[in-house]
């Protein structure tokens, strides 16, 4: 079992920027990947950006370039940072974590079993 808690959302103008984080539970023995998702009301939850233990990283090309993701294993927080924000990024955020599946793509929902709660995002001028 893996506990997280999202944090950081709000609402912000197009271009500007957020931090989200994702305090977790400590996990152990297994590779474990951690990822962000969103879901905007109407549509299909995305993957936005994941990270292995390893330290690799994924991200959709919506985000690339914009996004980075990371994690501060001392202190069991996963974040992401988000700049030059536009208003389709506008969605409910969650931070996501399960055993890394060999051949996985990592940004797709169903390769995670544990969620957290979510947090806003607004981009709006």
């Known amino acids: 079992q893996v506990q997280l808690a999202e944090s950081g959302g709000g609402s912000v103008q197009p271009g500007g920027s957020l931090r989200l984080s994702c305090a977790h539970s400590?996990?152990?023995?297994?590779?474990?990947?951690m990822g962000w998702f969103r879901q905007a009301p109407g549509k299909e939850r995305e993957g936005v950006a994941a990270?292995?233990?390893?330290?690799?990283?994924y991200y959709a090309d919506s985000v690339k370039g914009r996004f980075t993701i990371s994690k501060d294993t001392a202190k069991n927080t996963l974040y992401l940072q988000m700049n030059s924000l536009k208003p389709e990024d506008t969605a409910m955020y969650y931070c996501a974590a399960d055993v890394a599946r060999y051949g996985g793509s990592r940004l797709s929902q169903y390769e995670y079993s544990y969620w957290g709660q979510g947090t806003q995002v607004t981009v709006s001028s």
């Open positions: 990270i292995d233990d390893d330290g690799s990283t």
């Open positions: 400590t996990y152990t023995g297994k590779p474990y990947c």
